[in-house]
């Protein structure tokens, strides 16, 4: 089952471009994407032996142009992408894109 039936909400991203004199990120304009958005709190054991919260798991269609570290608000809350992973249907091919949120804070 495809889940493009399924996004009924909107987010909008913000591709990260760099970072400016006093080390704070700065991103590009906002793009709005129809999504599935979760809140969750799923942990996530990093290779170095911490463990990162995930806030949010979002899926939206593979078409979306979007990479780790780029904003994404949602309501009134702000995330960071902290994995983008491809979402593979029974036939090899890329259904969809399912993404990890952690919130945004602000450098």
Known sequence: MSLLGLLNQTISVYTKSSYNSEGREVVGSAVSVKCRF??????????????????????????????????????????KVFSRNDAIDGSGTTDHLKLELIKWVAT
């Open 38 to 79: 979760q809140r969750t709190t799923r942990r996530r054991l990093l290779p170095n032996g911490s463990l990162q919260t995930i806030d949010a798991i979002v899926y939206v269609p593979r078409d979306t142009t979007i990479a780790t570290d780029d904003k994404i608000t949602f309501g009134s809350g702000d995330y």
